[in-house]
């Protein structure tokens, strides 16, 4: 009935087969009796451990035998006949991470305060959430099961915390010897059978930044297309993270660090056509610096990593700003000669007045976008920006801010609306890092509260200003 999945990272039993927790009405699952609690055990005669394990033996496939052990502790055998493209209806229990055997110096479970949600203190290392959702692994403790999974099943790309190529430094900021901290075979595994890796370095001032940082780069755009770009970000200290061998990322330590992959970049652009090592946004603004252009981004290959969001909120704007410009003139126009300024008439209309919440970061950014909206457009939009109280330390992104947070910046708020970025909520649960429901922040406001992306953001003034 179980099995020991035994690793060097974690032991931990696995109970066979993946449980379905939902079934969609009038769906083949329905229409098969298949319940929430029952386990989906085979397809085809293959052993499922969890729904990417269903998804790959089901997909494409027309005829199904799939082997059920119902709730009841019966076992069903069900064949099954679809179309192609016809989905059987059925979800599934989430993915429980595999955990990591690594002591990083600077690991964000160090960083939380006990109060965080418990999520927030499990060590994922798992290659199958690096596929599904780009989370970084550093692959020191993966299995060859895992990585023969990988490579039949193409969980592609596969996103690798790699913080140093040179074995002593990626050895200490790991925490494990140097023999495990060696990854060279695993990526040149994955690399020889097409799987796409992005790579990732957390900057550690006077660790793994200057001649460290430059050999990593070169070392992995070597493996390039394979390895298709490097993420640098800083690394964040909380309040709680008292490690005394990280020094703070600075803003002069930014500005060397900018200037020196700046000329990395170039030299990469010529060799390789794409500017594969990428600084996090935090750098740029940390240094007091705008965010390289559009171009620099390429394809945007590590935005899930936050890398190039600025730029890429910036460039939406401006072309929110040009749609509003559209606008105005051909509303002035079909309304024919107005006396005095046409255009001012247009926006005397304009009354969105509301209050954008984002962390001190990027507050300065925004802050400058809706000024320059305001002031031609009429709309009273204001940036408040957000200190982070509950993790304190250097903690300046939007994503880390927390319910109690926002509470206790509610007395900047203004005007008909209130807008938090959505980031800071979990992705599939609307809880804050605090634990707070965002409903239970709602009820802190006077104002109606909205938790959106930028996306969300530049749609809904588009329409509301149109
Ligand atoms: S930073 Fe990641 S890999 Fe390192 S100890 Fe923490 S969870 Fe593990």
Sequence with gaps: MY?????PAVTQIRRRGVSIIEV????????LDLEPGDRVMRVNGRLVRDYLDFRFQAAGETELVIDVRKASGEDWE???ERDESEDLGISFEQIVPRQCANECLFCFCKGNPETARPSLFVRDEDVRLSFLYGNYTTLTSI?????RRVIE???SPQYVS???TDLDVRAYLLGIDKERADIREKMQQMLDAGIEIHGQVVLCPGINDGEILKRTIYDLARLHPGVSSVAIVPLGLTRYLNEPRLTPVTPQSCRETIKQVSSIQKDLRSRLGTTFAF???EIYLKAGQMVPSRKHYGDYPQIEDGIGMVRSFTNQFQSLMRRLDRAVVSEAGSRGPQPGSSAGVARSKRSLFGTIMTGTLFAPVLAQQFERMNQRFGTRLRVVAVENKYFGGDVSVAGLLTGGDFVAARGEVSGDFVIIPKVALKSDEAIMLDGMR???LREKFDVPLHAWDFQDLVSAIDVSVN
């Excluded at 969609?24 to 229409?31: D, L, Q, R, T, V």
């Design 3 to 7: 099995e020991f999945a035994v690793t």
């Design 24 to 31: 969609a009405a009038g769906s083949i699952g329905a229409e």
């Design 78 to 80: 069900l064949n099954i």
């Design 143 to 147: 299995t060859e099961d895992e990585m």
């Design 153 to 155: 099943q193409r969980l």
């Design 162 to 164: 790699v913080h140093a």
């Design 279 to 281: 600084l996090g946004d």
């Design 438 to 440: 965002f409903e239970a």
